[in-house]
């Protein structure tokens, strides 16, 4: 079996950035099982991300979702549905790339922030193939999911499906990638746990 680390739905461990190199534990065969499983917050985009394929999820978007459905808790995954995997069939459209570079929804810096240093999460996830939108290299500094969560030895996951199917509440994620000497990544099916009613 061959495929490169950051193939598919996906895992980023911090030494897949600059700002993770160095941090003790920060490859997939060192980081602490526990740390893999987390509540779900999903933040649900898919509306504006349907109006604007460059939509920047931020810090006030966060703070009026908080006050409709719960504070965010440490230690957990927050997810951003997109619903950009349902593009998934059509390799072109999942892309979205034109002359001036792809285009696709993410966090912007201040949101990242936020939740890094004020509500300490475990990760971040999305439905398209980075974390950060397809335009943050326009961001300062360029691409911050990668720069923040990573500097502060946090994960990424990227390709996700289903989240359409999760409250925004509730679930627990099982998110383990391949234990990979040094990885800085992994291919992994994230499983979503949900109380039956």
């Given at each position: ?112 922030r936020f939740l890094v240093e004020e509500r300490d999460i475990l990760g971040f996830g999305t439905e398209s193939i980075g974390t950060d939108a397809g335009q943050a290299y326009h961001l300062r500094p ?56």
């Amino acid at each position: 079996f061959s495929c490169g680390e950051h193939t598919g739905t996906h895992f980023d461990a911090p030494i897949h950035w600059v700002s993770g190199k160095d941090l003790p534990q920060n490859a997939t065969d060192s980081i602490a099982p526990e740390r893999f499983i987390g509540p779900a917050f999903v933040i649900d985009c898919s509306k504006q991300a349907a109006a604007d394929p460059d939509f920047l999820l931020t810090k006030p978007f966060l703070l009026d979702w908080e006050k409709r459905h719960a504070r965010i808790a440490a230690r957990s995954w927050v997810l951003m549905r997109t619903d950009w995997s349902k593009k998934s069939g059509d390799a072109v459209a999942y892309q979205n790339y034109d002359e001036t570079g792809q285009h696709t929804p993410g966090p912007d810096t201040d949101a990242v922030r936020f939740l890094v240093e004020e509500r300490d999460i475990l990760g971040f996830g999305t439905e398209s193939i980075g974390t950060d939108a397809g335009q943050a290299y326009h961001l300062r500094p360029p691409y911050p999911c990668h720069y923040y969560m990573h500097g502060a030895g946090r994960y990424g996951l990227q390709c996700l499906r289903n989240l359409d199917q999760l409250p925004p509440t509730g679930a627990l994620v099982v998110a383990a990638p391949l234990k990979i000497r040094n990885g800085s990544g992994s291919p992994l099916r994230v499983l979503a746990l949900v109380e039956s009613r």
